[in-house]
């Protein structure tokens, strides 16, 4: 009977340890997805995997700009040459023929004058060859809730229909607005999920700027 008793005990104590340790290693491995995880669905639903050919164009203005003063590199320069250096894409600046007045108030009027009429300004350079990249990561920043009218003469000059197009812009609390669509509209491209930023973060803290950069184009799949 003892001896019985003995075993009892020992088996009871082998199965509360069992317990124990499961338990613990539950807690250790967590039930929440992985950061890899996390990232798996939108990777699928909006981008192609890292290592595909990429072209940055985009649109920036330096000189006065809204909340950042007088400014030696446009807001949305900064971005596009974060995500060239990521992504080892190559670049393409649209470039107006007429650049716009230095002053941060003139320059807005002639930007309503310009999509209030709906113009095409001219712009300058050769225009790139689209038909060698997979993904045209597309930056501007937002005018009178748009893109600036020279992004549309960029798209009147180039065959971007069936293309990728990953827009970035830069704002001072407009958001995006919409312009992802007009994208859509105007080029007849597949257009993913777009990284919009205040120019202030851009241009004041560029850490900052860098490290949303990196997630956006971590969620798109361009980078590991």
Partial sequence: MKKWFTMM????????LTACGGGSGTKSSGDSPTPAQKHEAPAKKDAAPAGKRALVVYFSRADENYNVGYIEKGNTKILAEIIAEATGADTFEI??????PKE??????????EKNENARPEIVGTMPDVSKYDVIFLGYPI???DLPMPCYTFFDKVKLEGKTIAPFC???????????RYIADATKAK??????MKGTTAQKNQGEAKKEVMEWLKKLGYVK
């Fill in 9 to 16: 005990v020992l088996a009871l104590c082998a199965l509360t």
């Fill in 95 to 100: 470039v107006p023929a007429q650049p716009y």
């Fill in 104 to 113: 941060y108030t003139p320059a807005t009027e002639i930007a309503k004058k």
């Fill in 143 to 145: 005018w009178w809730g």
């Fill in 170 to 180: 830069t704002h001072e609390g407009s958001g995006l607005s919409g312009t992802d």
């Fill in 191 to 196: 257009v993913t999920g777009a990284l919009e």
